[in-house]
């Protein structure tokens, strides 16, 4: 599956654990990266949301996108 198609299957807001599961760390440290500023994340009333494309540009991986 190439980058992109793999971008296209996520789901456009990730939950924090879907986040931690696509980069194999732990949820904890997802929300040590947003409480840090470093990943952007929406605040709704079901819980913190990570848009895909956020998720894409904390791993570098939004200039391979536009390749």
Not at 15 to 33: I, N, P, Q
Not at 41 to 48: D, H, N, R, T, V
């Amino acid at each position: 599956m190439t980058l992109r198609e793999q971008f296209h299957t996520l789901p456009k807001l990730l939950k924090v654990s879907e986040v931690a599961e696509f980069t194999g760390t732990h949820e904890r440290t997802v929300r040590r990266w947003i409480r840090d500023g470093r990943l952007t994340a929406l605040e709704s009333p079901i819980g913190l949301r990570v848009s895909r494309r956020a998720l894409w540009r904390f791993l570098g991986l939004d200039l391979a996108m536009t390749a």
